[in-house]
């Protein structure tokens, strides 16, 4: 026997009901404001273009938004063009030197990764920034180019969000977050099909 | 006995060296262009928000974007202002009805689908858009709102970039596409804190 669609819409009811009771439980009971340590990390893509698509989102609101690139070229000309819309709300610091795979020269990574994060430690003690952006900083960690205590300490104390992006985020830095979400890379076409990065789409 | 600095920075060099070697032959064996087919989908935060900033990078470059969202609420007054900046290139349909725990109506979802899928299907079909973001059209077609085959058939033949979000993506939508990638849950301030949904931040 199939059952009628009478049935079908009748127990979509019944669940869609259920649903909406634990939602709205949640959602009265989630009264708290809170300075949130946000992690993006895993090696999928869409970790800095989330940390981007956050920071428009606090433009739109017309909230002050910092950025640290620490790992320069993660960021192209198609994220600049889009945040010069808002330029005056926008302090945009490149701070690292390329890919560590490109510069090959430890002391003088670890040397530029400590600007930027002079840099970024600026921004998170100015509390006009609504949202900070420390994008790639966990590459940097995960190389000890900065101790992550150092950088887990400095977090403690903010009045304002942070966002951190990149792979293989450290462990002390996960468990002092807020929100961790990790990009898990299913399907690639720059791995799988020699598909070349393209403009509007990857920068 | 402990490495000293010199070691330490000379074994990175090689690493570094080998890592640069592989980076570069990948690099140089990407040559396709293809319209791709992109898939944010899991539990986890950043799938709306990653395919807002691949929009908004299409948008830096001055090329045309448009959106469906087939959840209304998905995307709040951060993400409307921010694409205000660019209305001449942004086409945005809100097309859903809501959260179907809201709405506890089947029938009317389905219509509600349908409409939005028609809006979906002339922009697919439209050349001129460089982007088009079925925003939370998993939700749809995992309710079976649209059946999936109709979806993945009307966008093999594609001459524009497409981004689907939404948790889970059914598997034929996976099998097709060019790049997906899971946004795994780690840490959820909302339900783990009670911490509220904060402006320009989550909306």
Redesign the interface.
Known sequence: MTDSEED??RR??EK??K??AF?DK??S??????H?L???T?T???????????M??????G?KVGVVQFIKGAWS??????????DNLVTYEVAGEG?????????RDIAKAREAWVLALAMIRDTSY??VVLDELNIVLRYDYLPVEEVVAALAGRAN?VIVTGRNAPQPL?DS???????????????E???????????
């Open positions: 079908i819409n979509h009811k869609a009901e649903r909406k939602q949640l959602v009971q989630a009264d708290k404001k809170k949130l946000m992690v993006y895993g999928g893509k869409g970790k800095s273009t989330a940390a981007f698509g956050t428009l989102r606090a433009l739109g609101h909230h000309t198609g994220e600049q063009k889009a945040l010069a819309t808002f890919f560590t795979w490109d510069t090959q020269d430890r002391a609504h949202l969000h996960i977050a807020d929100l961790v979400t990790e990009m898990k890379l299913v399907k690639h076409p720059f791995r099909q020699g598909v070349m990065a393209q403009e509007g789409i990857e920068f």
